[in-house]
C-alpha cells in the first residue's frame, strides 16, 4: 500500500486512531456532546433526573427536580399569583415540554411581588445551582410519571402554564389528574431544572 508520496507510513494511521480516540473520550466535557444519564440518577444541582428528551437541543437534554418542594418558615403551600395579579392574564405561558423556563421569566417579570410559586422558584437554590424553575404543565406530568423514583411527592403542586385569567394548570400527584385551578389557591411547588 502506498500513500501520495510513495511510501506506506503505519505511524499515520496510529496518529489518526489516537486522535480519534481522544475526541471520543474528550466528548465528556464537550457541551454538544454531554456526559449521558439515566433517568433517577443525581443531576448536577443535587436533584433528580426525571426525564431525557434523547438529544442535547436547545442547551439542554435533561429535567432534574429539586430534591424538596419549597418551604419557607414551615410554609409549604404557595399560591400562583400575588393578589395584584390573580385575574390578570400574564401572556406568553406554554404547555410543552421545555416551556417551563421561559414561563418562569414571563411569570416572574410581570408579577414578583411575594411568596408566589415563580418567585419562589426563581429564589430557589440546590446543588450549587439557581436556575431552578416552576415546571410547565407537560413537564410537571412527566415529574408525575417518575414521582415513585423522585419521592416525597404527595398533593397538589403548581405548573407555570397559565389557563386564563383567573387559574393556571396544576397536578395532583395522589390521582395524577391535572386541573385548572383559581391563582390565589395555596399549592406546593417542586422546582426544577433543565442541563
Same mark, same amino acid.
Given at each position: 500500500?502506498q500513500?501520495?508520496?510513495g511510501?506506506?507510513r503505519?505511524?499515520?494511521i496510529?496518529?489518526?486512531?489516537v486522535?480519534? @480516540?481522544?475526541?471520543?473520550?474528550?466528548?465528556?466535557?464537550n457541551?454538544?456532546?454531554?456526559?449521558?444519564?439515566? #433517568?433517577?440518577?443525581?443531576?448536577k444541582g443535587?436533584?433528580?433526573?426525571?426525564?431525557d428528551?434523547g438529544?442535547? @437541543?436547545?442547551?439542554?437534554?435533561?429535567l432534574?427536580?429539586?430534591?424538596?418542594?419549597v418551604?419557607?418558615d414551615?410554609?409549604?403551600?404557595?399560591p400562583?399569583?400575588s393578589s395584584d395579579?390573580?385575574s390578570?392574564?400574564?401572556?406568553?405561558?406554554?404547555?410543552?415540554i421545555?416551556a417551563g423556563?421561559?414561563?418562569?421569566?414571563?411569570?416572574?417579570?410581570e408579577?414578583?411581588y411575594?411568596?408566589?410559586?415563580a418567585?419562589m422558584?426563581?429564589?430557589?437554590?440546590?446543588g450549587?445551582?439557581?436556575?431552578?424553575?416552576l415546571?410547565?404543565?407537560?413537564?410537571l406530568?412527566?415529574l408525575?410519571k417518575?414521582?415513585g #423514583?423522585?419521592?416525597?411527592?404527595?398533593g397538589?403542586y403548581?405548573?407555570?402554564?397559565?389557563?386564563?385569567?383567573?387559574?393556571?394548570?396544576?397536578?395532583d400527584?395522589?390521582?395524577?389528574?391535572?386541573?385548572? @385551578?383559581?391563582?390565589?389557591?395555596n399549592?406546593l411547588v417542586?422546582?426544577?431544572?433543565?442541563f
Amino acid at each position: 500500500m502506498q500513500t501520495q508520496s510513495g511510501v506506506f507510513r503505519p505511524h499515520n494511521i496510529l496518529r489518526a486512531l489516537v486522535l480519534l @480516540t481522544l475526541l471520543v473520550f474528550s466528548a465528556c466535557a464537550n457541551p454538544f456532546f454531554p456526559s449521558a444519564y439515566d #433517568i433517577g440518577d443525581r443531576g448536577k444541582g443535587g436533584g433528580i433526573i426525571f426525564y431525557d428528551k434523547g438529544r442535547f @437541543t436547545d442547551g439542554w437534554r435533561y429535567l432534574e427536580a429539586a430534591p424538596f418542594d419549597v418551604e419557607v418558615d414551615g410554609m409549604t403551600g404557595f399560591p400562583w399569583a400575588s393578589s395584584d395579579y390573580v385575574s390578570q392574564y400574564i401572556y406568553g405561558t406554554e404547555t410543552a415540554i421545555g416551556a417551563g423556563k421561559k414561563n418562569t421569566a414571563i411569570i416572574f417579570a410581570e408579577d414578583s411581588y411575594g411568596l408566589v410559586a415563580a418567585y419562589m422558584c426563581i429564589y430557589y437554590s440546590s446543588g450549587g445551582k439557581t436556575d431552578w424553575f416552576l415546571p410547565s404543565r407537560d413537564e410537571l406530568n412527566e415529574l408525575y410519571k417518575q414521582r415513585g #423514583i423522585i419521592g416525597g411527592l404527595s398533593g397538589g403542586y403548581w405548573s407555570s402554564s397559565q389557563y386564563n385569567e383567573d387559574d393556571a394548570w396544576n397536578q395532583d400527584f395522589d390521582n395524577g389528574l391535572q386541573y385548572n @385551578t383559581g391563582k390565589p389557591g395555596n399549592l406546593l411547588v417542586r422546582p426544577i431544572r433543565s442541563f
